[in-house]
């Protein structure tokens, strides 16, 4: 009967057993070994529900490497490379981590996950041999005391089982060994690895510097393993009420001294902390050069770190070509985890492509592939979409639902290296930018503040923001302006032909209107003006000509044209 040398510091074994490992490892031995890392994690896991975290700690924050008991240390052993690949994942768990999407792996930085770009992973394998080493010098101990009591046989285990951890350490030192070792870290049935989906997907928390933050209550903790949380802010927090004087000072220079809308900034930059996109908002930051949305963003993104980042303004707007579905898309992966997202700067007279301004700044999922990934990946968004811009691009009036999202913000007093003229200046600060640098933990405080405000009363524009934005829709509507300028407005009748206008007419009024208003370079099309002027007009044809109802050139518009009947 065979029976398995026991490994721990208790009797050593008798003489004829069979030693363990000289025919490979049994089945039983693997499953027993996952049983214990099961039983070990749902314990663990136990723990973090029931603990009481106090602030900036917790007992359950990973990053340390675990002690391992021999009893688990021996069949990992007997077990080769997969027995050490999973020897490495109890000793290293919480503490590095693959991630399969990316086929990256990961280190604990402390309160948060972090892209391991110095091989660390593959470093800490010699903690495996390590332990090897430890579990080694204890078998010799055993062989020593069963010699010594005169048991030959149990000591000529231990040494053939010391022969054996020899092995392994010289495999995990020699090129190939710690290869192998992490593959099957992260390749066994209880692998230290996660898909990549579960990585900064859990709303409402927000880790920085010393800990998380849960943006429900404003409460602090230390930071665990099992947030999955990768993106951080650098910045450490001090308390709800940390100060930011000049920042605060700052928010009401560039809004002109305006209250109103500078709590309104707390609450849409607190908004866009959740992680969730519940506003489906696009708020575009406009005014001309010199007005401090530029230090604003920047002053943001230092805060946030890699919570937020720029992307292209492209990817908002319409293009003259027609991009292949199947190709990498790295701008739509690089929202993947921001809180903030920044595109800068649109050239004059450039057009919102709606759709993807709607696609981006909404709920749906977002799909997109890096350059090197085999497979497209599919995430929710959990950015506020900003766009900075010195034109406003043009958009459709006649889309409700990007009007729905639209708030344009206006930035309208200019920062000048001279004696301000009116109100609408003010002299530069030079040293502005390092004094809101040295805010940092007080802006973060700020954005907190602003979350729960946001949550207790929504983002609530102020009128400014409303009236601009109503401005803004307006002179996007062409007809509309047209209108104003050239028409009268009449009850329709289709049985008067007073109340009515011939399109042809009404056309070349318009071309005439479009040419010394908007532009004498373009030209507006024909049949998109047709489709504008029956949205919002009858049209019907009669005696073989169309005509509109309920709209009249006005006098004025008459007499430029020549004074010719025109109905």
């Known amino acids: 009967m065979s029976h398995e040398l026991k490994t721990g510091s208790g009797p050593e074994a008798k003489a004829g057993d069979q030693v363990p490992g000289t025919q490979g490892v049994a089945v039983s031995d693997l499953e027993e070994m996952r049983r214990k890392v099961q039983a070990r994690r749902a314990e663990e896991e136990r723990a973090g529900q029931t603990e009481d975290d106090q602030d900036g700690q917790d007992n359950h924050a990973g990053g340390g490497s675990r002690t391992v008991p021999s009893d688990f240390v021996m069949p990992c052993v007997r077990a080769e490379d997969l027995g050490l690949g999973m020897l490495y994942a109890e000793i290293h768990r919480d503490r590095f981590l693959f991630i399969k999407q990316t086929q990256e792996w990961l280190v604990w930085s402390g309160h948060h996950w972090g892209l391991d770009k110095m091989d660390q992973a593959k ?57 192998a070792c992490l593959e099957f870290a992260h390749t066994n049935r209880t692998p230290l690895a996660i898909s990549g989906e579960e990585l900064d997907a859990r709303e409402w928390q927000v880790a920085c510097a010393n800990g998380v933050l849960d943006l429900r209550s404003g409460r602090f903790r230390g930071g665990r393993a099992e947030d999955f949380i990768l993106k951080a802010s650098p ?3 001090q308390g709800i009420d940390a100060p930011a004087p000049r ?11 305006d209250a109103e809308m500078a709590g309104y900034l707390a609450r849409l930059f607190g908004a866009s902390m959740r992680g969730g996109n519940k506003e489906h908002v696009l708020p575009v930051l406009h005014g001309k050069g010199r007005n401090g949305k530029s230090m604003l963003v920047e002053t943001i993104m230092h805060v946030l770190g890699p919570l937020a980042g ?14 292949n579905s199947d190709a990498p898309s790295p701008s739509i992966m690089a929202l993947r985890g921001l809180r903030a997202a920044f595109a800068s700067e649109t050239d ?15 709920g749906d999922m977002l799909t997109g592939r890096w350059p090197n990934d085999k497979r497209p990946i599919t995430f929710a968004p959990t950015h506020i979409l900003f766009l900075l811009t010195n034109h ?55 954005l907190v503040r602003g979350c729960l405000e946001w949550q207790q009363h929504g983002l609530n524009p102020p009128a400014k923001v409303l009236a601009a934005t109503d401005d803004y829709r307006r002179d996007e509507d062409l007809l509309a302006l047209f209108v104003d300028d050239c028409c009268d407005v009449v009850l329709a009748d289709l049985n008067d032909p007073s109340t009515r ?10 071309v005439r209107w479009f040419s010394v208003n908007i532009s004498k370079k373009k030209q507006f099309p024909q049949r998109k003006f047709g489709a ?32 010719e009947k025109l109905f």
């Open 348 to 362: 004059e007279n450039r057009r919102f492509s709606s759709a993807r301004c709607k696609w981006l700044s909404g």
């Open 501 to 510: 206008t011939n399109a042809t007419d009404l056309y070349d009024a318009f």
């Open 392 to 446: 406003k691009p043009h958009a459709p009036a006649d889309d409700f639902a990007f009007w729905e999202r639209m708030h344009l913000i206006p930035f309208e007093r200019s920062f000048v290296n001279r004696e301000p003229e009116d109100e609408t200046e003010m002299r530069r600060d030079d040293s502005l930018g390092e004094a809101l640098m040295a805010e940092a933990s007080g802006i973060l405080a700020w």
């Open 247 to 257: 920042w605060e000072r700052f928010l009401h220079e560039i809004m002109g001294d």
């Open 235 to 237: 910045v450490e927090w």
């Open 310 to 323: 720029p992307i292209p303004a492209e990817m908002l707007l319409d293009q003259n070509s027609v991009r």
């Open 123 to 179: 470093a800490e394998v010699e903690a495996v041999a390590e332990r090897l080493l430890e579990e080694h010098s204890r078998l010799g101990q055993s062989a020593t005391d069963a010699s010594q009591s005169g048991n030959k046989d149990a000591a000529t285990l231990y040494q053939r089982q010391q022969q054996m951890v020899m092995t392994r350490v010289k495999r995990l030192r020699k090129k190939g060994g710690p290869e």
């Open 532 to 563: 504008l002027a029956q949205k919002k007009f009858r049209k019907e044809k009669v005696g073989g000509k169309n005509w509109y109802y309920g709209l009249l050139l006005n006098a004025e518009t008459r007499e430029e044209m020549g004074g």
